[in-house]
């Protein structure tokens, strides 16, 4: 698998997973496709903002203490958390 491939695969794992938790925790909203596209489209704009976020502070993080780079590995990046 390309690395292309990967961070495809890995995007819409997160995406069906967030989706899941979303219409679960509310039970009130429908699940229809429209619903779904709806959902797809905000966390698609707000996963590219975490993606240029991420990749600004990973570009800084080889200046930070080593327990500063471990709590946002351990925390920052997990959308379980």
Same mark, same amino acid.
């Given at each position: /698998?390309?690395?292309?491939?990967? %961070?495809?695969?890995?995007? $819409? ?7 899941? %938790?979303?219409?679960?925790? #509310?039970?009130?909203?429908? #699940? =229809?496709?429209? *619903? ?7 966390? #698609?704009?707000?996963? %590219? $903002?975490?993606?240029?976020? #991420?990749?600004?502070?990973? *570009?800084?993080?080889?200046? /930070?203490?080593? $327990?500063? *780079? %471990? ?8 959308? $379980? =958390?």
């Amino acid at each position: /698998m390309t690395d292309y491939e990967t %961070k495809i695969s890995q995007y $819409e794992a997160k995406l069906i997973y967030a989706q899941d %938790k979303y219409f679960t925790a #509310r039970p009130q909203i429908i #699940r =229809t496709i429209e *619903s779904e596209k709806i959902f797809e489209a905000g966390f #698609r704009l707000a996963f %590219k $903002e975490f993606s240029d976020l #991420r990749s600004l502070i990973e *570009s800084n993080i080889k200046d /930070m203490p080593p $327990e500063f *780079s %471990k709590a946002i590995d351990d925390n920052f990046w997990d959308l $379980e =958390t």
